[in-house]
């Protein structure tokens, strides 16, 4: 069977305007997005900004379009940020029976398994990109704070979790460290470059574009 080309992107901004946090590292990213997906493979994008208002059921409507949604966020005290956090409230509550989910999965006659089976998104993915004040050291080095237990593993066991409620399926994301304290335009620098890797190495590599799909006919009728 031949797969399916992913070619709707939902991007949500979870870059929130809070205290000193401004959300532009976020922007940056969502520049790159526009430029990779719009300009550079002719992908259809939507993007929502946790800091604009929107309705619930027209973020349903994105979910459920979408080929892939990606969320990018600062993770802030452990967690993502509280209005991103009350966006999944609010969103993934009317996306109930509205093509996000059906129920929890269980059946009346015997509740004690297949919690969270209950997802009706398959054959859509999501990926996680997240930034931090912690160094990516926190989480490799013996003994510092994250004891050795990877972003993925740890921190965002919950959001993966989260996802996999709806039955979407995970592309390896991209973290990025050490963005208040020890910050530097080099650094900045060096991850846009990180970045729109990844994004080549995952979109154009495990998934065929637009535009690689019209290079491969034209080089089959020369």
């Keep these: 069977m031949k797969r399916k080309r992913m070619t709707k992107i939902f991007i949500i901004n979870g870059g929130q305007h809070f205290a000193h946090s401004g959300g532009k590292f976020n922007k940056t990213l969502l520049?790159?997005?526009?430029?990779?997906?719009?300009?550079?493979?002719?992908?259809?994008?939507?993007?929502?900004?946790?800091n604009e208002s929107y309705e619930p059921s027209a973020e349903v409507e994105k979910y459920v379009w979408a080929d892939v949604i990606i969320c990018h966020f600062p993770v802030w005290w452990f967690s993502m940020p509280y209005r991103l956090k009350e966006y999944v409230d609010k969103v993934f509550t009317a996306g109930h029976r509205n093509g996000m989910f059906y129920s929890d999965g269980r059946k009346s006659e015997n509740p004690g398994i297949n919690y969270g089976t209950?997802?009706?998104?398959?054959?859509?993915?999501?990926?996680?990109?997240?930034?931090?004040?912690?160094?990516?050291?926190?989480?490799?080095?013996?003994?510092?704070?994250?004891?050795?237990?990877?972003?993925?593993?740890g921190v965002l066991f919950g959001f993966h979790r989260m996802n996999a409620f709806l039955s979407l399926e995970r592309i390896d994301g991209?973290?990025?460290?050490?963005?208040?304290?020890?910050?530097?335009?080099?650094?900045?620098?060096?991850?846009?470059?990180?970045?729109?890797?990844h994004l080549e190495k995952v979109f154009e590599t495990e998934f065929s574009s637009p535009k690689e799909i019209k290079l491969s006919s034209q080089k089959i009728e020369q």
């Design 118 to 153: 209950g997802g009706t998104m398959q054959g859509r993915k999501y990926m996680a990109v997240t930034s931090w004040n912690a160094p990516e050291t926190a989480f490799t080095l013996p003994n510092e704070f994250f004891n050795q237990r990877s972003v993925d593993d």
């Design 174 to 197: 991209i973290h990025f460290h050490d963005l208040e304290k020890n910050v530097t335009q080099e650094r900045v620098d060096r991850y846009k470059d990180a970045y729109v890797m």
């Design 31 to 50: 520049e790159l997005d526009k430029t990779f997906f719009i300009q550079e493979n002719g992908f259809e994008l939507k993007i929502t900004d946790i």
